[in-house]
């Protein structure tokens, strides 16, 4: 059975980084997009970035030039590099497999989040 498993949550200060891996348990790991997902309290989803098999990344403007997605397919992983964190960061990160090469197709699965928490 297909898992997402996040890790590399936490607490850090406004304008500190923080990294955040998730890895997957799917053979044919490289062929999908991968995503990260933020949810925080009294707010609507929002997919924060997103890298296509091609490795191509796509992000929400919320975050442009402070989060960098990547992937090493050959450790079935993805990454979300967070720098100069602000507390309206502060959420929960999903990792999300999409159906597709690309985000176009809807998601297919996704991990149980990880807790973002960003002190001012």
């Known amino acids: 059975q297909e898992q997402l498993v996040e890790s590399g949550g936490g607490l850090a200060q406004s304008g500190g980084s923080l990294r955040l891996s998730c890895e997957a348990s799917l053979s044919t790991f490289a062929m999908y997009a991968m995503g990260w997902f933020r949810q925080a309290p009294g707010k609507q989803r929002e997919l924060v970035a997103a890298?296509?098999?091609?490795?191509?990344?796509d992000y929400a403007d919320s975050v442009k030039g402070r989060f960098t997605i990547s992937r090493d397919n050959a450790k079935n992983m993805v990454y979300l590099q967070m720098n100069d964190l602000r507390p309206a960061d502060k959420a929960v990160y999903c990792c999300v497999r999409c159906s597709e090469s690309n985000t176009r197709g809807g998601y297919a699965s996704w991990g149980q989040g990880t807790q973002v928490t960003v002190s001012s």
């Open positions: 890298i296509n098999s091609g490795e191509r990344p």
